[in-house]
């Protein structure tokens, strides 16, 4: 491993005590970097104290072939804040390291099991037909979860809530149904099944979003994100894939929006930016204001039927619903949007909210987890 030092304006006993430390400190941090090329880390190593002052701030960058961990703390004493520094880029290199090697995925292996499966073997004939009901129930209501988990995902992602990448729909819808299943006989003798999945579709994002937070700190960096490329002409095979690769599932704020051709492209312009500035606005609300939103002004609900899903009072709902339609008629306003602008943009949105659907190879992977052992069983 490589290492520069760098010291201004250290009194005596820290020229002389700073070195001692570092090399302490080297020895300690170089198993927690074993598997790295030594040629290829390097770290800087910068304390500096103000003059005439007594505060001493040390910086560490440690520069990975995967990336940079960096770690800072200050203090009136050298030593100390040297070793509280090098602590902090140990856990950060621990984490780091963690992410390479994909260990929050095989640590948590019962939870990735449930999400991913997403059901066990089937158990004996009551338990088939018992998943046969289930999904019978609940099979005209699969676009509805995955178009709500869809939603709030990608509201989620670019409002920087979750990490980007983190979280799938795919598992979230799965994580839904799971749910939705093993609380099948604790459902309510009278209700709608879609606003009964729609609850849970919720319940399940909101849990799953805050172990992602939990997971990965906000200032972690991703160590997937690839480095930038200098610019180039782009070659033949390069306009082929422009012109025929579609990405799977990339969740972007313009695929909320829908597109109307009836109008000028001036217009058609002009509408799909303030739709794009409106649905920003709508990410950086709070989730709660954002899902009364979304049931009362996309899906229209009544106050009765929001207030049923979101297990909140009608007054509350519609306290909600009016603060957040002030938020963002406030914040368009921030972004240059006229006050009528913004309010065409909300009632557009309305009438153009359109259901995205479940994509065929997912509700059949689903239906063969829930029929394709039962069939066998009934054969």
């Not at 676009?143 to 979750?162: F, P």
């Not at 979304?294 to 709902?317: I, T, W, Y």
Request: aromatic share 6%; with cysteine; charged share 30%.
């Amino acid at each position: 491993m490589k290492v520069t030092r760098a010291f201004r304006n250290l009194d005596r006993h820290g020229q002389q005590r700073a070195p001692e430390v570092i090399e302490e400190e080297l020895r300690q941090i170089a198993p927690h970097l074993e598997r790295f090329n030594k040629d290829l880390v390097r770290l800087d190593v910068s304390a500096s104290q103000t003059r005439g002052k007594t505060r001493i701030h040390v910086s560490l960058r440690l520069q990975l072939p995967s990336g940079v961990v960096a770690a800072q703390e200050d203090g009136f004493e050298i030593e100390p804040v040297l070793r509280e520094a090098f602590a902090a880029l140990r856990r950060r290199v621990d984490r780091h390291v963690a992410r390479l090697t994909h260990e929050p995925e095989w640590k948590r292996r019962d939870r990735r099991r449930r999400i991913g499966a997403p059901l066990p073997p089937v158990r004996d004939a009551v338990d088939a037909e018992r998943r046969a009901l289930f999904f019978h129930l609940i099979e005209d209501h699969l676009d509805t979860v995955y178009d709500t988990v869809r939603r709030e995902l990608t509201y989620l992602e670019a409002s920087g809530s979750v990490p980007e990448g983190y979280l799938s729909v795919r598992a979230l819808v799965d994580a839904t149904i799971l749910r939705a299943l093993d609380r099948f006989e604790q459902r309510p003798s009278e209700f709608s099944v879609g606003d009964w999945l729609t609850q849970l579709a919720f319940e399940t994002i909101e849990a799953e979003a805050q172990a992602a937070r939990r997971a990965v700190p906000d200032d972690a960096a991703s160590i997937h994100a690839e480095t930038e490329a200098p610019a180039q002409e782009p070659t033949g095979s390069d306009q082929d894939m422009f012109e025929f690769y579609q990405p799977d599932d990339v969740l972007l704020l313009e695929d909320l929006i829908a597109d109307d051709a009836e109008d000028t492209p001036e217009t058609e312009t002009a509408a799909r930016e303030t739709a794009l500035a409106l649905h920003r606005a709508v990410a950086g609300l709070p989730a709660l204001w954002r899902r009364v939103l979304l049931l009362v002004d996309l899906k229209d609900f009544s106050l009765e039927r929001a207030s049923s899903v979101l297990g909140l009072p009608e007054d509350e709902v519609t306290r909600i619903a009016q603060s957040a339609r002030s938020c963002l008629r406030e914040k368009l306003r921030e972004f240059g949007h006229t006050p009528d602008a913004a309010s065409k943009a909300i009632d557009r949105a309305r009438e153009q909210s359109s259901r995205i659907p479940q994509p065929l190879q997912d509700r059949s992977r689903v239906e063969q987890a829930f029929l394709g052992m039962s069939q066998g069983e009934m054969s």
